[in-house]
């Protein structure tokens, strides 16, 4: 009886029923007309690309990469890999050397890092604006993330005797943006964690999750990162028995999709034992756990679920939380692309439908009027900051401030 | 993770429980696979013969807003049925002989709205018709691609744009008593339809277009925000794949996203859709139901599920998932005491709950409220 599964073709692109579904979902689709949308783009336009790669349109560039025409499909095609795939293998054109630098996420920080004052001056100033606008193509309006003095892997290291001494533990594999960008958001998961009686330790050596290479069509270092990333998560999950926690949205499912699906990289052994920190916090909390939270915290909170969080499903895990802490008045915003979709919203030409995709979110925002926003990303933090001016925080880092620690 | 009750699907049928589970004060969770039915949904519940109070309100509740009133209206095509009740924006009349002349106003370049279908339906009905197309510059930018000009993408622009098409309209207008408009106003602000009939000076109708439906999707997003405002934990994109069942009672279900974070409930409700929407399925042995392997009504031989030709009534349209009067699922001839059936998934094994919309939501209803009774 399982005629269908020998029939099945890649990403599932013959179920499509040209419904148009995915049309009506696509935020690209409503800002730029240049971008033939899911459907052509997908499988209409896969169909064709078989018969002669001629068919390729250099018009998939556009494509978010956010999932959401695969959230939407009642078929099960995997309309965004279809398109992905579609410009890794028939896209021949170099990368510019302003994508390889927007990509080179674990390069720029390590290089960033040690001068960071520096680096976050420059990049704050009106003149390196506008240098990068004319000679990179980085859009003047954007603000460029702040690099940290000293990296997220540096702090946890000097306290791994500590950490070594909780009676359960995790490997956290905390990605460039924290380890360069935002180490607190480090510090607030090995708090919460560690109010768990949880114990956190690096992985041996984690390299960038590779996303940001797999949209600006550097695939065959992607595949060299997913490679290397799946042997550390192995190490962690197969060698040593540990759970592998994340606080990354994009990068969770960089690693539990896009690697099998877009890299062709196996991922079968360690899948099921990386989870959001949210996620794992949860399921400790359902099996009894408990956190207790302060009394004088009273929030507003908006929370908004990343395009790919929802595409993993996880979103309810961060409402659920949020929802936990007593003094938390809660607001779900209607699902949206905030527009920013990793690099694609720093380059100069997709600015303006960056930031128009995004308006229906942060009208909403506006409207509730909340004290923070709540979101697992960090490029939709940049995003949402930048254009509504409220604070966004992850749900770990809100956790982390209604903590009620008894201090030693 | 667990509910008082887990709804699989949130089509019409899903959402309906759901709402009215939520308002009862129960916790309930929606898992549903991708969109649904609605998307295609002509704006007409035609087996719904009776405005019954609490489905208006349920609707009204949410910013739908339904309109009453026996009569005919307009399929896309340029054809009358029979209906009763419908969303505002669907016209029902008394009689197909409703106007004197019509003006059928199309936009230039948009394919999915059948201009002459509907002029050769109201000509047979005596109506004079003159069709004209409106060539709009903030439309140009869709034309660029045209495969994409669809209903949608229209109405985006026609959420900002209804007043300049008005004033066109008002322009065109000569000695007409109808204008007929595609179904693109009113995405996100359901108060254009109205404000667009009451600017044109003539009875203005709103005639469907092909998918994706506008008052569809409208409609799912309204009952949707509903849904969530009550409290209720809607899952977008995952997909229940297993069931775990113990002696007639369901226990908890696995889904794709989760794998083994099981979802558990006191009760469940499969609304899962017809074959559009995989919750039958079939190959050339068999249909069946992928979930739980309920039984399925439907004919033995393969030869008679189908009908060659095109256009007349299909036999495979009727099969659906067995259940009892009360509507637990049938499992090996056995009810299962807390799973239970509503919507399309039924397909005809209960007429007594009328035809499709109109049965996603009478029989959601009737299962809400055997879930609180018991
Ligand atoms: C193309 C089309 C046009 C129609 N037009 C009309 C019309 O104009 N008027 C009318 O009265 N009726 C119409 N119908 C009939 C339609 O069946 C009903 O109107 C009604 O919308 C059905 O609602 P439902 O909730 O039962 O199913 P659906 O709306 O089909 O919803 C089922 C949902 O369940 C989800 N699902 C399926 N399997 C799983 C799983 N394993 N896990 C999680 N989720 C799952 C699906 O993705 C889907 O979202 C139409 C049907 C179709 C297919
Ligand atoms: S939603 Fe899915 S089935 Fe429908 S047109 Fe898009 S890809 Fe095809
Ligand atoms: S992934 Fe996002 S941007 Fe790309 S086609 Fe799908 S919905 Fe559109």
Known sequence: MKLQEYTRSHHNFEECMKCTVCTAFCPVLQANPLYPGPKQAGPDGERLRLKDPYFFNQALKYCLNCKRCEVACPSGVNVADLIQSARIKYDQTPPKFRDTLLASTDMMGTLARPVAPLVNFATGLGVTKTVMDVTLKIDRHRTFPKYAGRSFESWLKRRRKEQAAFPEQ??????????????????????????????????????????????????????????????????????????????????????????????????????????????????????????????????????????????????????????????VEFILLDSNCCGIAGTYGFKKENYKVSQAIGEPLFAQIRSVNPDIVACDCETCKWQIEMSTGYTVMNPISILAEALELNEK | ?????????????????????????????????????????????????????????????????????????????????????????????????????????????????????????????????????????????????????????IARTMDKLWEKVVQEVRVLLKDEDTVLL????????????????????????????????????????????????????????????????????????????????????????????????????????????????LDVSYQEDRNLWYNPSFQEDQPYMHFGVKADENLHAIQDGKALENLYVAGSVLGDTHPEFGTAAGAAIRTALHVADEILQN
């Open chain 1, 170 to 327: 995790v490997a956290y594999y905390h990605g460039c943006y924290v380890n360069y960008n935002n180490p607190q958001l480090g510090k607030d998961l090995v708090k919460v964690l560690n109010a768990l009686g949880v114990g956190v330790q690096l992985l041996e050596k984690e390299k960038c999750c590779g996303i940001a290479l797999i949209t600006n069509g550097m695939s065959a270092k992607a595949r060299k990162n997913a490679e290397h990333n799946i042997g550390q998560l192995r190490q962690a999950i197969v060698d040593k028995g540990l759970k592998v926690v994340t606080s990354s949205s994009t990068c969770t499912l960089t690693i539990r999709e896009e690697y099998p699906n877009l890299l062709g990289v196996d991922n079968a052994e360690v899948r099921d034992s990386m989870l959001m920190a949210t996620r794992f916090i949860y399921e400790k909390l359902e099996k009894g756990a408990q956190l207790k939270f302060r009394a004088d915290y009273h929030k507003k909170i908006a929370y908004h679920t990343p395009c790919h969080l929802e595409k993993l499903g996880w979103g309810i895990f961060s409402e659920k939380l949020l929802q936990m802490i007593p003094g």
């Open chain 2, 1 to 153: 993770m667990k509910f008082d009750t887990v709804i699989i699907g949130g089509g019409l049928a899903g959402m309906v429980a759901g709402i009215t589970l939520q308002k009862a004060g129960q916790q309930t969770a929606i898992i549903s696979t991708g969109q649904n039915a609605l998307h295609f949904f002509s704006g007409s519940f035609e087996s719904l013969k009776e405005a019954n109070p609490r489905i208006v309100e349920l609707f009204s509740e949410a910013g739908v807003r339904l309109h009453y009133k026996p009569g005919v209206w307009l399929t896309p095509l340029g054809k009358f049925r029979e209906s009763a009740l419908s969303l505002e924006d669907v016209d029902i009349f008394p009689t197909p002989q409703f106007g004197r002349k019509a003006l059928i106003v199309n936009f230039l370049g948009y394919h999915d709205f059948f201009s002459s279908f509907l002029a050769e339906g109201l000509e047979k009905q005596g109506m004079s018709c003159r069709v004209r197309f409106l060539n709009l510059p903030e439309l140009e930018i869709l034309q660029q691609s045209p495969s994409e000009m669809r209903s949608v993408q």
């Open chain 2, 182 to 293: 595609p179904q693109v106003f009113g995405l996100q602000d359901p108060s254009v339809p109205g404000r667009v009939r009451s600017s044109i000076p003539a009875r203005v109708v709103f005639a469907g277009t092909l998918p994706p439906s506008v008052p569809g999707i409208r409609t799912i997003i309204l009952l949707k925000q509903r849904y969530q405002l009550l409290g209720g934990t809607y899952m977008m994109g995952d997909e229940v794949v297993r069931a775990h069942t113990h002696e007639g009672v369901v226990h908890s279900v696995a889904t794709k996203n989760l794998d083994n974070h099981y979802i558990e409930a006191n009760n469940f409700i499969l609304c899962t859709g017809g074959f559009f929407s995989k919750g039958l399925v079939s190959n050339p042995f068999q249909v069946y139901e992928p979930i739980f392997g």
